[in-house]
């Protein structure tokens, strides 16, 4: 589990292709000399396993099921990645509960300044409107960052300087493909409704109705 808040970025020394898989060579550019092999380290929002410790550094493998819903497999020797280490317990909670696991790959659509501060639109796939808010939260390559408008196929969220200097954000163009995470509770709530909607139990229902859980009730929220 991971707070969204980058611990440091890293660079991408190796990736080499296996099959469908691929193997993760990463140089860290921030003091990291405790990593064990088999902890999970999330690199640009997907969490990975550390198969083999180095000094500066580490190497991972990612799965055929990984390479198929992130960024990694588009990666380029040289290229930039955002490093965050697991959650300890009793961490501070600063951002929100990421879980590593990347729903889809998300394009950015515009970058605008605004003061001092960047706004960025990217373009998602529509399944995932029901998972994302204004307001509420996103994992953008690991950051965690909150939605300022929302559209069927788009959203919008603010990039402050400090968050520009501490990751990859500052690196963002028209065309860049981030990895996108909707917020974990957003996830089961659109399940939950989708599972009534599939069952069509009126029982299941009429108790959904009973406890308040209503589609009004979640927009007022902010679902």
């Known amino acids: ?12 020394r190796r990736l080499s292709k296996q099959g469908e898989e691929l193997e993760l060579e990463l140089r860290l550019e921030f003091p990291a000399r405790d990593i064990t092999v088999g902890e999970s380290i999330s690199v640009n929002g997907v969490c990975l396993t550390v198969e083999r410790a180095k000094p500066d550094g580490f190497i991972a493998y990612a799965s055929a099921e990984t390479v ?9 020797h040289g290229d930039k990645v955002n490093i965050e280490r697991a959650l300890r317990l009793g961490d501070r909670l600063g951002g929100h509960l990421v879980s590593g696991h990347v729903d889809a ?12 501060s960047l706004e960025v639109w990217l373009t998602f796939p529509q399944a995932f409107t029901a998972q994302l808010a204004p307001k509420g939260s996103v994992t953008l390559d690991g950051i965690s960052l909150t939605i300022n408008a929302c559209l069927s196929d788009r959203f919008s969220v603010n990039i402050i300087p400090e ?25 089961y709530v659109a399940r939950y409704l989708d599972f009534t909607k599939e069952t069509g139990a009126g029982n299941t229902a009429e108790k959904t109705r009973e406890s308040g859980l209503t589609l009004d009730f979640l927009r007022q929220q902010g679902f």
């Open 1 to 12: 589990m991971f707070t969204g808040l980058i611990e440091g970025r890293g660079e991408l």
């Open 68 to 76: 198929a819903h992130s960024s990694l497999g588009e990666l380029k």
């Open 163 to 187: 968050t520009a200097r501490a990751t990859t954000a500052a690196l963002w163009r028209p065309g860049s493909r981030v990895n996108l995470e909707t917020d974990l509770l957003a996830k």
């Open 105 to 116: 790959v998300s394009e950015v659509a515009k970058v605008t300044e605004r003061g001092t």
